[in-house]
């Protein structure tokens, strides 16, 4: 699951995010390098999603 709302991430504590954030960090890895082999991702919007909420989760750490 890429996506992450506000609720969600205000009711995780501070480890739960940072966990979150590196699965997320490793998922963004993951579809990068799907797409430089020129691959067709399996979910287009995935990309946009998971970037998103890595920018989500660095915005309410900084809080």
Known sequence: MTHLSNR???A???DARKARLVE???E???LRAEQ???GNP???GAYK???RSIA???THMKE
């Open 49 to 51: 999603a998971t970037r």
């Open 36 to 38: 430089s082999l020129g």
């Open 28 to 30: 963004m890895l993951q």
């Open 56 to 58: 989500r989760l660095l």
């Open 42 to 44: 399996s979910n287009p």
């Open 8 to 10: 969600d991430i205000e």
């Open 24 to 26: 997320l960090r490793e």
């Open 12 to 14: 995780m504590g501070s």
